[in-house]
């Protein structure tokens, strides 16, 4: 098992590689500053983030993907991350969950220090554990991308154009 | 009819009319490789295994899951229908696209958003859904590109690699109606954003794919970069999945080692931007679920194709195949493309569909090489080129010149003509630096035809005294036959010539079995079994008898005696064994002068200021053989250093019958070739099969190149020294 400081360093690497970036937060108010200086627009945020912040706007009920499409900022909080890969697990059952990760143009997604295993096998083997959390359930390692047009590599297609991981703790 | 769709032939002589499209899959070729190895080297060292230890790790995974298929299947359904979903088994492409088709009408849907399937491209349902007044509309920007021009996809990862960015400009640009620059990429791509939202918020059902359907939960896996498959599997309510039964894994462990190979061996990625599990249908939503047959028990059931279930799509194969880089995916396959599209096109869209791309297959092996499951695809082509040839699809010039060459007396003779011919034309001034001067048609030009010298290898050995002894081998003072192959005796009798000195520089006395002539692989190759077994078994008649040990200047002929011969006798013991006795004696001779008949470090040095390079017979190099790294053989002789020749191992373009039956294809791999070689700047080539030695030379003096091309028993033999 490698040292936390060592997890969290393979996972700076695999993030950058995937055109991620990353930021290092002591509190939710780092995160949430961090967010509100990207952009004049309020931040939009997902549920589970909300309950840690206690501020910002939330997907509409109703119609939460079509309220949020192509906000500036997005904050959601993933339950995991992997350090090999530089990905974040992101459990997300219903649409207003997804929205944030969806359809905002930049975004943060935290997840505490504590939280990133070593390898993908761990990641699934947490999967594989909470059935509940298979219901919809994402790997996300990076921005959006494509490279179909003449194989070159363009960040930022349907979904977000730049990601960034708040690291807390 | 768009370019995708039409005949074999239309497409093929349309894809070579577009100039850009071997450049650019080149480089796509080339920088594929690279990344991926680099992937690959830092997963090797992570996981501490070998790249083949962990595909077949994987591929054993595959195979026990595909021999238990049923029991997996209805654990998957049990999972995903406790988990909500609706899982039907259907068996034909018809049967999938009623279903799709049915369950949107009786909801009123008339809209569907797609994320990339190529199962949904396997059933053709765009087309389908459109005749019964439904429309589907992809949204991964490729597949959208590929639907917007009517095309089908070339490549089964990068669907839209054939086309050019002026091409999606105007293409785009009639969609949107609006203008693109075409070297503003990142606004094309922008634009799909926005060209595509309004079908998203409109759509009443999305449509995935899967890469794995995983047994223990129930649950679908997707990999993806775009972010459709997420939008497409969030707003609308109704969710169809269509996958092949073969998608089947036991857990979720064995998705993540699945993932371990996947996306490093089709985008080169670590990881791909997001790898979406979901089970079972979202609350107020429904999520159908297709797994579809189509010919895959069928091919389970065949011998030899099974393996092919193990598939993962990753397009590996495709992006080191030589011919691919030629012709692309249009032509090189039907709706699946690259060497997988040779094998499961039979199954799935029937053996006419497949019968035209397999005869480009030039049987190198790369594809197995990268192959994340191992599947032994060389060797399925040519299963399926068999059947296509019983089928009667094989050209008639073809299976005409085979039954000449099947006939050993009838070549000799014919041989003997050529020859005759050959050494008229050199006194009246047709040949020149050994090659005829013919007015060949522009589809041939690129190659000259070899003058068929006077005296053949067999002829040279016979009429000299044997070599005096120099060195005490391992086999000194035992007799070894020569097996000359059919093709080098006559075009290259110097090679044959040297190999016999080399083998008797070592201390071996070297007899040439009379009345041998062909191992069979030209027919076996061609598909025609029949005519290879006929060959097979003169060969075997020819060699068997005595225990002596057989050397070949031929690795080819090693090969189609260890791997084919077991082939053609899979039903017929009597020779299977008697075919076995011949082939367990068969050495290469490169493999030959390492072992057996070893022959000492630098004893063949001579200061040579000449600078050479080797080209690497690619099937023998694919296939790991000892003899393979002749460079290495020859450096440690010389004790002179061979310039590493770029890409060493990849085909030059020889590939038997299709350089004949696709000359354009021979030279697009030719022109690769001899490309490297100049950039080397050297003298000299050496290269180790004959049939590669004869077709190097030939395009090197069509093309006007000044290098010498050598076999290197030629090249070495020259250095002994001289018969005292
Ligand atoms: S054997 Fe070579 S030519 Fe044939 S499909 Fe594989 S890579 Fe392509
Ligand atoms: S056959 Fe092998 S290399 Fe080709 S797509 Fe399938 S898994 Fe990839």
């Given amino acids: 098992m490698i040292t936390l400081s060592d997890r969290i360093a393979l996972f700076a690497d695999g993030l ?21 200086a990207l952009s004049d627009e309020t931040p939009v945020v997902s549920p589970a983030a909300y309950e840690q912040l206690q501020r910002g706007e939330l997907p509409d009920d109703t119609d939460p993907l079509r309220s949020i499409a192509d906000r500036s900022v997005g904050v959601t909080v993933a339950t995991l991350a992997v350090a090999e890969t530089g990905s974040v697990l992101l459990i997300e059952p219903t649409p207003r969950d997804r929205a944030i990760s969806l359809l905002t143009r930049h975004l943060i997604v935290a997840v505490s220090a504590e939280d990133i295993v070593e390898d993908l096998a761990e990641g699934f083997l947490w999967l594989g554990q909470q059935p509940r959390a298979a219901a919809y359930a994402t790997f996300v390692t990076g921005p959006s991308r494509t490279a179909d047009i ?20 | 009819m768009s370019a995708s769709t039409a005949p074999f032939k239309t497409r093929y002589r349309r894809s070579l009319s577009d100039p850009d499209l071997k450049p650019r899959l080149l480089d796509f070729q080339r920088s594929w490789r690279e990344s991926r190895d680099a992937q690959v080297q830092r997963l090797e060292q992570r996981t501490e295994q070998s790249f083949d230890e962990l595909r077949r790790d994987f591929a054993a995974v595959k195979d026990s899951t595909l021999e238990r298929l049923d029991d997996y299947i209805a654990e998957f ?18 049967e999938a696209v009623n279903y799709i088709a049915a369950v949107c009408k009786s909801r009123g849907i008339d809209l569907v958003v797609k994320s990339k399937s190529m199962v949904s491209e396997e059933i053709e349902l765009n087309h389908e859904l459109e005749q019964r007044g439904i429309t589907a509309i992809e949204t991964d920007l490729g597949e959208w590109l590929l639907q917007l021009a009517e095309e089908r996809p070339s490549h089964l990862v990068m669907p839209a690699i054939h086309q050019k960015r002026q091409y999606v400009a105007e293409i785009l640009g009639e969609e949107l109606g609006r203008e693109f620059d075409p070297d503003d990429i990142p606004a094309m791509v922008a634009s799909a954003r926005d060209g595509l939202r309004r079908h998203y918020l409109s759509a009443g059902a999305g449509l995935t794919g899967a890469n794995a359907l995983v047994a223990e939960t129930g649950s679908i896996m997707v990999v993806t970069n775009e972010g459709n498959m997420r939008l497409a599997t969030s707003l609308p309510d109704v969710h169809f999945v269509t996958a092949g039964i073969e998608k089947l894994i036991p857990s979720w462990a064995d998705a993540e080692r ?18 979406t599990c979901i089970t079972g249908a979202q609350p107020g ?58 094998v499961n096109t039979t199954f799935h869209h029937g053996v006419e569909e497949a019968a035209g791309p397999q005869g480009l297959c030039v049987s190198c092996g790369a594809c197995q090489t990268v192959c994340p499951v191992d599947i032994p695809l060389p060797q399925q082509i040519l299963e399926v080129r068999h059947r296509a040839h019983e089928g009667g699809h094989a050209p008639l010039w073809e299976r005409i010149a085979l039954r000449l060459w099947a006939r050993p007396r009838l070549f000799h003779h014919l041989m003997g003509l050529a020859a005759a011919g050959s050494g008229l034309a050199r006194l009246i001034g047709l040949v020149q630096r050994d090659h005829l001067r013919l007015p060949l048609p522009r589809r ?27 060195w005490e081998s391992s086999s000194a003072g035992q007799t070894v036959d020569l097996f000359a192959q059919c093709l080098a005796d006559r075009l290259l009798p110097t090679a044959v010539d040297s190999a016999a000195r080399l083998i008797e520089a070592g201390g071996s006395s070297v007899n040439v079995p009379q009345s041998q002539h062909c191992c069979g692989l030209p027919a076996f190759d061609a598909g025609d079994w029949e005519t290879a077994r006929r060959m097979a078994k003169h060969t075997i008649e020819a060699l068997e008898g005595s225990e002596r040990q057989i050397v070949t200047t031929a690795p080819s002929c090693v090969i189609s005696m260890q791997d084919h011969w077991p082939r053609l ?27 057996p008949g070893r022959l000492p470090d630098g004893c063949l040095s001579k200061g040579s200021s000449k600078s050479w390079t080797a080209h690497r017979f690619c099937q023998a190099s694919n296939r790991n053989d000892a003899g393979a790294r002749i460079d290495q053989l020859v450096e440690r002789l010389t004790g002179e250093t061979a310039k590493l020749l770029e890409e060493p191992e990849v085909c030059c373009g020889f590939g038997g019958l299709t350089s004949l039956a ?29 049939g590669c030695v004869i077709h190097l030379r030939a395009g090197a003096n069509a093309s006007g190149t000044h290098h010498e091309t050598l076999h290197y028993a030629e090249f070495l033999a020259a250095r002994l020294p001289k018969n005292p």
């Fill in chain 2, 258 to 275: 699945q993932l371990q190979l996947l996306p490093r061996s089709a985008t080169a990625q670590t990881l791909s931007t997001y790898t």
């Fill in chain 2, 662 to 690: 696709a000359p354009e294809v021979g030279e697009g791999i030719l022109e690769r070739k001899l490309a490297c070689v100049a950039e080397s700047g050297c003298d000299t080539l050496i290269t180790n099969n004959p």
């Fill in chain 1, 150 to 169: 003449e194989r070159s590599l363009t960040i930022g297609v349907q979904g977000p154009s730049r990601m960034t991981v708040a690291v807390l703790g």
């Fill in chain 1, 16 to 36: 950058q590689a995937a055109q991620g970036e990353l930021v290092q937060c002591s509190s939710w108010d780092d995160v949430w500053e961090h967010a509100v």
């Fill in chain 2, 444 to 470: 041939l030009g690129w190659r000259s035809v070899p003058a068929m010298p006077l005296r053949s290898g067999q002829t040279l050995i016979r009429s000299r005294r044997p070599l005096s002894h120099l």
């Fill in chain 2, 77 to 94: 359904r049990a999972n995903a229908e406790a988990a909500g979903a609706t899982v039907v088994e259907l068996s034909t492409a018809a």
């Fill in chain 2, 569 to 595: 006798f899979d039903h017929d013991p009597e020779w299977r064994d008697r075919a076995a006795a011949v082939s367990e004696r068969i050495h290469d001779l490169a493999e030959w002068l390492d072992g």
């Fill in chain 2, 285 to 342: 939503k429904e999520m159908h679920i297709i797994l579809l047959d189509n010919g895959r028990r069928a091919m389970r059931e065949t011998n030899t194709i099974g393996d092919a279930l193990r598939c993962i799509r990753c397009g590996a194969c495709a992006n080191v195949c030589p011919p691919y880089q030629i012709v692309g995916g249009h032509t090189f396959g039907h709706i699946y493309t690259g060497a997988i599209g040779l």
